[in-house]
């Protein structure tokens, strides 16, 4: 099991960058595939970005394709996604999510963070 917990988000201008943490709790962080997803006011949560285990295979939605990244650190039990040239259709709540295996799809992913707000004002 793991308990996962989001950060980093904030109000930023469009082109500008965040970088979103998301801190897991549990011995067995390096065993799971994380995923990034979000949602915005209105629409249903979409997926973001993933990667498996190690950190070297990652999977990216079209309109993120390029501009973000996704990695984590075993260590640290931590995932990132760093976020650049950040535009106004970008705002939305993060999660963070934990899969067995990679996947883009919600139904996948056992664990959920709470979410961390990200706006981009034009």
């Known amino acids: 099991q793991v308990q996962l917990v989001e950060s980093g988000g904030g109000l930023v201008q469009a082109g500008g960058s965040l970088r979103l943490s998301c801190a897991a709790s549990?011995?067995?962080?390096?065993?799971?595939?994380m995923g990034w997803f979000r949602q915005a006011p209105g629409k249903e949560r979409e997926f973001v970005a993933a990667l498996d285990w190690s950190g070297f295979s990652t999977i990216y939605s079209d309109s993120v394709k390029g501009r973000f990244t996704i990695s984590r650190d075993n260590a640290k039990k931590m995932l990132y996604l760093q976020m650049n040239s950040l535009k106004p259709e970008d705002t939305a709540v993060y999660y963070c999510?934990?899969?067995?295996?990679?996947?883009?799809?919600?139904?996948?992913?056992?664990?959920w963070g709470q979410g961390t707000q990200v706006t981009v004002s034009s």
């Open positions: 999510a934990a899969a067995s295996s990679i996947a883009t799809m919600e139904d996948e992913y056992h664990y």
């Open positions: 549990g011995r067995t962080f390096s065993r799971f595939c």
